[in-house]
């Protein structure tokens, strides 16, 4: 289990915000905050990954069930193609 950080969520959404918004590297941001840059690089990596256009605006979990939704979704599309074509074939029996 990763160890709670040190840093509450607000600190860290305006560290990010202050990297994007003063357009400075996450080095100098880092410094000047007192923190290590890596972390800060790390953070703001991952807002740019939940920010992508994959993601476009939408929470992990809503992703998370956004694909789960699209496999659903495609097995239902085969499911449908099957008894499409079993009311076909059996349509054509009754024909006879």
């Known amino acids: 289990m990763a160890r709670p950080s040190k840093y509450g969520d607000e600190f ?3 560290a990010v915000r202050l990297v994007r918004e003063s357009h ?3 080095a100098d941001v ?3 905050l007192g923190m290590n840059r890596e972390t800060l690089r790390v ?4 807002a740019e990954r939940a920010e992508s256009d994959t993601g ?4 992990r979990s809503e992703r998370e069930e956004l ?3 699209r496999k659903q979704v495609a097995e239902l ?3 449908k193609e099957i008894l ?4 076909a074939y059996f349509a054509k029996e009754m024909d006879r």
């Open 30 to 32: 880092a410094r000047e």
């Open 56 to 59: 476009a605006g939408l929470a």
């Open 77 to 79: 599309e085969i499911e």
């Open 43 to 46: 953070w703001v990596r991952e």
């Open 84 to 87: 499409r074509k079993a009311a």
């Open 24 to 26: 400075r590297t996450c």
């Open 67 to 69: 694909a789960r939704l």
């Open 12 to 14: 860290k959404k305006d």
